[in-house]
């Protein structure tokens, strides 16, 4: 596959957090961008979107099965008051 290089400019706050993801999976930043585009472009939503979405990877709750509707319905709230 070829590629096109692109140049972004970020807040310095995105830039550390995007490093970070990147390796904490093990992966390139420039992969973890292409990721993302991919997850934005995705016609259904993905695992991920949805773990994103109630914050679950970094989140210390405990009671997300049993809250779960609950933690997204305030997530959707929450984004469409950032709108």
Excluded: N
């Excluded at 973890?32 to 970094?58: H, K, T």
Aim: charged fraction near 40%.
């Amino acid at each position: 596959m070829t590629y096109k290089r692109t140049q972004v400019y970020l807040e310095p706050d995105q830039h550390r957090s995007l490093i970070r993801e990147a390796h904490d999976r093990g992966i390139s930043l420039a992969e973890l961008l292409r990721e993302i585009v991919r997850g934005y472009f995705a016609e259904e939503p993905s695992r991920e979107d949805f773990l994103r979405i109630v914050g679950l990877r970094r989140s210390g709750r405990t009671d997300i099965a049993r809250e779960h509707d609950r933690y997204v319905a305030e997530a959707i709230i929450e984004d469409e008051d950032l709108c």
